[in-house]
């Protein structure tokens, strides 16, 4: 039975700030950004969006009536979680109006956690194939104003619809997981900024992708020239590079220059966004599959997914026949987008709910999106369908 991704959808917030404008604002070159980061656009999040309200926007556009009524359990991937009890996933299933017989869980590590919520999905439908699990995976990456980290900030959510028969990408059965005790990005329980070793977290990132590629190439026989594309999570797009050219070393060939050329497609989207933390493979994914010439049903596709603290899982899927219908137009909802000014930026970023415990209400007039966080009462998050 093939089982894997059926549908995916992405949202984000509707303001971003233009990194040429941050770099000139804290005196850096701006090539540091756009060229030696590889970003140009950041999301930036109003105070009344969080993960619930971006990742119920994302699923919303996916979902039809018909889908709606096989959807089992919902699954949200996140590590910018707004309760330490709670699961998100109960909010949204309840924002998307989805049936009380369903089972709702919001899943933990640091970026890769939506890889692992996929996995888990795909043995549920192996278990009951008329079941379709809803996958979602929201974040909103913060490292606070003036920090190296700022320039990778960003903002949204990714959701698939995991389901026998699937319309996009069949998941291949060989994978491979591998994980460490290390420190090179956390978020103590007290902080609402993730702290960092920046330099340290990228060597561990190229370090994974090795370690779960090589096993990936033992296990299987496959070599570069069974791939169409290799995806990465994208915390910076120049990430995803350092990724791939740890692999391809000073390899010039047709198939070392194909993938480099896929690797420019897949970085487009995130170059506009930013990190998003779990959902940034899967952004990375759909800037592939919306943005690459070469593309055909059939092709191989190979993920890269990476969480600090940290885990890494390397994993493939086939492309079926007519999976461009099966997403939403991302370059449309990019253009949709409202530029703000760094100081409009830097106002909504310290205007965020984040560890305040009193009663709030937030203005907003200016957020026309499907789902809104209307602020706080004894406690508790208060939501709102627009
Ligand atoms: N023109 C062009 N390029 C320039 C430049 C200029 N004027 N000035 C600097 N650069 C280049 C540098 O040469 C460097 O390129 P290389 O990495 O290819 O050598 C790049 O810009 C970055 O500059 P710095 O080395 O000075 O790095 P920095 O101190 O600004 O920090 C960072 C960069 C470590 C990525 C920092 O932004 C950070 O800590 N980010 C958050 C952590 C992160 O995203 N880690 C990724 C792996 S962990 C992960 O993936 C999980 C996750 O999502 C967090």
Not at 11 to 40: C, H, M, S
């Amino acid at each position: 039975m093939r089982i894997g991704i059926d549908r995916m959808a992405f949202a984000t917030t509707n303001e971003y700030v233009d990194l040429v404008e941050l770099a000139k604002e804290r005196g850096v070159d701006p090539n540091k950004f756009t060229v030696g980061i590889g970003q140009d656009q950041q999301a930036v999040v109003p105070p009344t969006q969080d993960i619930v309200t971006l990742g119920a926007a994302a699923a919303q556009k996916l979902l039809t009536p018909d889908l709606t009524k096989n959807i089992s359990t919902v699954i949200v991937a996140t590590e910018s979680g707004i309760d330490n009890s709670k699961a998100s996933a109960i909010y949204i299933k309840q924002l998307l109006g989805l049936n009380d017989f369903t089972r709702t869980v919001e899943m933990k590590e640091a970026c890769y956690s939506a890889t692992a919520g996929i996995q888990f999905a795909k043995g549920l439908v192996a278990l009951n194939p008329q079941e379709t699990v809803l996958v979602i995976a929201a974040d909103i990456a913060r490292y606070g104003l003036n920090t190296p980290g700022e320039v990778t900030q960003g903002a949204g959510a990714v959701a698939m619809l995991i389901s026998r028969n699937p319309h996009l990408l069949s998941l291949e059965d060989t994978t491979v997981a591998y994980s460490q005790d290390i420190m090179d990005f956390w978020r103590p329980l007290y902080a609402t900024e993730a702290l960092v070793d920046g330099k340290y977290s990228t060597n561990v990132y190229i370090d994974f992708f090795l370690q779960t590629f090589n096993r990936y190439q033992q296990l299987t026989g496959r070599g570069l020239e069974d791939f169409a594309a290799l995806t990465f999570h994208m915390p910076f797009t120049k990430m995803g590079k350092k990724g791939l050219e740890g692999l391809l070393g000073d390899r010039k060939d047709e198939t070392a220059s194909h993938l480099r050329d896929e690797l420019t497609a897949s970085q487009l989207f995130s170059r506009k966004v930013g990190n998003l933390y779990t959902g940034s493979l899967y952004l990375s994914l759909m800037s592939l599959l919306q943005n690459s010439k070469d593309l055909t049903a059939g092709s191989r596709i190979g993920l890269f997914s990476y969480g600090s603290g940290a885990e890494g899982e390397f994993y493939t899927g086939i492309l079926e026949e007519g999976y461009q219908k099966y997403m939403n137009d991302v370059a449309q909802e990019l253009a949709n987008r409202q530029q703000v000014s760094v100081a409009q930026y830097e106002k909504m970023f310290n205007s965020q709910l984040g560890m305040n415990d009193k009663d709030i209400e937030f203005d907003d007039a200016n957020d026309h999106s499907p789902f809104i966080l209307k602020g706080q009462k004894n406690h508790q998050r208060i939501y709102q369908i627009k």
